[in-house]
């Protein structure tokens, strides 16, 4: 199978290449990657030989047309990902997630390749810490930042191409992931890395919002399975029956440190900060019979420390400049 993985220099992307090069040896693996400020090509460094990776933006229609045109499948990861960038500047998040995912969805259609489309839990908004529910197939999509706005319009591209146009295609709504390669920006590895430098952990607002932890290499064997057996047109959320708030999220970190566990400061909250995130996975499991490896949190939490503490190389570029951009943003 020749699989084209768009965002393959980014977090989730990058573990799926690695994931695909291991598992996979019959996959021809091509990689189209902008590197923007997110994608690292060292996060492929040692697997440069066994893939071919391209340079490029997924908004370049003549570039997106000639690699579609090579491709059995697509995999589309490439994405502006934060959501804090989307409330200080939202338009590469337009032009990413919206115009770069028409893009290839044009190219599909013109090519008959097979597409998997990676979104977020993200598109449903959220809900209330006491609510015995979680996010379904069915729930109706309801985002609250630009993020998760570009994210539920891409989806939309794709399920009107399926309809419109039969083009194969199938989409998977994840919830937060973890794990190895990803970005300082972000909330663990943030942290992570602040524990690191002797940094007290960072708490938006008072810590109760909850997220729905996944280990990257849970999302991708998912992923994985969708491409396989999955029909169509379908949606799958994929998600491991994580749910934590972002104090407990903390207060294992600095267990796992050996630090007091009040040992972390509360900073400004984000704007519309969406509450709660939990995914039932039932269609996954029943369906398609995906279960998660990583069912344990604290050691999966345990391993990706272990992982930021042997791997600074990669990480210590990004850092200072990530600190300074929440600074001024106050966070
Ligand atoms: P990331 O920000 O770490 O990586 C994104 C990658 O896309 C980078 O390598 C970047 O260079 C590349 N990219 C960005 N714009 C591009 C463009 N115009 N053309 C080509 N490449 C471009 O993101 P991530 O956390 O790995 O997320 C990957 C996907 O998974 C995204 O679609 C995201 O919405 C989705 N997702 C992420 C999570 C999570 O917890 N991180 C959860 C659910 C879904
Ligand atoms: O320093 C911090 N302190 C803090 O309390 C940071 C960076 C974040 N937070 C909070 C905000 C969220 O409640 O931690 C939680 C997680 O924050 P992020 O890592 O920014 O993730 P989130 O906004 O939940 O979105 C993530 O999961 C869904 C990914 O970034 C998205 O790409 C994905 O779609």
Known sequence: MRVLVT????????????????????????????LTYAGDRASLADIEDKITFVEGNITDAALVDDLASKADQIVHFAAESHNDNSLKDPSPFIQTNLVGTYTLLEAVRKHGV??????????????????????????????SSPYSSTKAGSDLLVRAWVRSFGIEATLSNCSNNYGPYQHVEKFIPRQVTNLIDGIKPRLYGAGE???????????NSAVWTIIDKGRSGETYLIGANGEKNNLEVVQTLLEIFGFDKNDFEHVKDRPGHDMRYAIDNTKLRTELGWEPKYTDFSTGLQATVDWYKANEAWWRPAKEATEAKYAAAGH
């Open 7 to 34: 965002g393959g220099a980014g977090f989730i992307g990058a573990n799926f290449v690695h994931q695909t090069v291991r598992e996979r040896p019959d996959a021809e693996v091509t990689v189209l990657d902008a």
């Open 114 to 143: 097979k597409f998997h489309h990676i979104s977020t839990d993200e598109v449903y908004g959220d809900l209330e810490l006491d609510d015995p529910a979680k996010f379904t197939p069915d729930t109706p999509y309801n985002p």
């Open 209 to 219: 919002n909850v997220r729905d932890w996944i280990h990257v290499e849970d999302h």
